[in-house]
């Protein structure tokens, strides 16, 4: 796959394709840390939790939270009815139960506030759930054919009154969650958990081949398997004549976000095969994508909040070289779609990443995409 090329069916791969072989253990990713240390025994972030408000809610939680917090500064009694202002029956229960848990930030999970300045006036949940329909029915236009294809009692899910809210870390989780969990205005309340990779070598193999066996002990055939035993059983090879990775209408490759550990953009039999912004420069803003990340020109790291997308661990290398390892280029391994071109969407440090982060990054695979054609 070439460099530089715009992108336009996109498939998501690594963590997010592969969360069943996860298991929400794990711990908070430190800076440094090695891939043979083992892991704290937390299984989700303390003092957050991720929750979806129901429609009787009809302002921005992260505002009216702000807005509490205020208040409280100025000792003002509106601080104790924030929420019952807000709420279609005035109940003023959201009040007290962010009160007793001493919630004092809320942050939307899948957008950020300068998407919110797209709204002209209050910044309400109807001008929220317009803001979300657009950017669906932008979807719809831009890939008729597959909208066409959804069943028609298909509902796509509403995404904008999900927020993660952060309290005291030493408060039991679990407790707040149920506590929130039982008010009439919440639908729904999710642990921030953490996810460890499981079962990877340390380090991506760095010279097996199409036609070699026993790399790593396992033997060769009859008794054994081949170094590419998987490429082999789903009979990539009676596929390549036909496709290796680009739409059947046109030259351009189909574009895999690997939403994983970064990838090393550098390695040989990758470095031809990444996905490169053509909507970004390399400038401190956001450029002509619109998904709000500034110089993303090979994807985005949402651990660091920047553009630093290389693999640190190995593990996302390793997915994106199953996925699309250059062929005939006498490196290495070949991938299954050697023709497609890899975003790199890193979410985790190391053995950790967190639900919140997971999300992020599929959400902004699919909105990278979308304004990049």
Known sequence: MRAR??????VLAGLTGALL????VAAEPRQGQSANEEPPAERFVKGEL???FTDSVTECVHHLVKSKKLLEGQKSPYAKTVFKRATSDQSDSLDKRFEAHQIRSARPLFRNELEEEKIVGPKTLAALKTLHADRQAAVKAKFPQRAARAP???VLPDLSHIYVVTFPPELPVETVAADLKS?????SVELNSYYQLQAFPQDPPSDPYYSSCNSWGQGCPPDGYDDLWGVKQVKANLAWPTTQGRR?????PIVVAVVDTGVDYTHPDLNDNIWTNLAETVNGVDDGDANLEVDDIRGYNFVSRNNDTQ???GHGTHIAGTIAAEANNAEGVIGVAPQVQIM????????????ELVAQGIDYAAITCLNNT
């Open 183 to 187: 008010d009439p205005h919440i639908r």
């Open 248 to 252: 059947s209408d046109t030259t351009q």
């Open 5 to 10: 090329t715009r992108g336009l069916p996109i």
């Open 311 to 313: 693999d640190r661990y």
């Open 152 to 154: 028609s009692h298909a």
């Open 344 to 355: 790199s969407v890193k979410v985790g440090s190391d053995l950790i990443t967190t639900s």
């Open 21 to 24: 072989g996860l298991g929400p």
């Open 50 to 52: 991720i929750v979806t």
